[in-house]
Nanobody
Framework: QVQLVESGGGLVQPGGSLRLSCAASGSGISAYGMSWYRQAPGKPPGNERELVATVTNGGSTYYADLMKGRFTISRDNVENMVYLQMNSLKPEDTAVYYC?????????WGQGTQVTVSS
């Protein structure tokens, strides 16, 4: 089964950029749909995590409306990596960002990486 480890988070000023990485181990990710989710502080129970972006096993991408034009998701099935390039960051992008892998009934999460956008 796949294990996921995120990295690349940190503190960035508004308008800045970050690139998040998700390293998969234990199994290849080529069959999985891969996504990034985020959880901002203070979200009510049952509404904690929001979908940021998805890249399917066929390479199609989907973005939440708030991220369109600013974020780019990509995958490297050879290196078993998934990336999230985040540009034009805003304070409201502050959250813990999670990598997710889905395949059939498998639904696998990483431990998350903190992104803080602040001046």
């Amino acid at each position: 089964q796949v294990q996921l480890v995120e990295s690349g988070g940190g503190l960035v000023q508004p308008g800045g950029s970050l690139r998040l990485s998700c390293a998969a181990s234990g199994s290849g990710i080529s069959a999985y749909g891969m996504s990034w989710y985020r959880q901002a502080p203070g979200k009510p129970p049952g509404n904690e995590r929001e979908l940021v972006a998805t890249v399917t096993n066929g390479g199609s991408t989907y973005y939440a409306d708030l991220m369109k034009g600013r974020f780019t998701i990509s995958r490297d099935n050879v290196e078993n990596m998934v990336y999230l390039q985040m540009n034009s960051l805003k304070p409201e992008d502050t959250a813990v960002y999670y990598c997710n892998a889905k395949w059939g009934r498998l639904d696998i999460w990483g431990q998350g990486t903190q992104v803080t956008v602040s001046s």
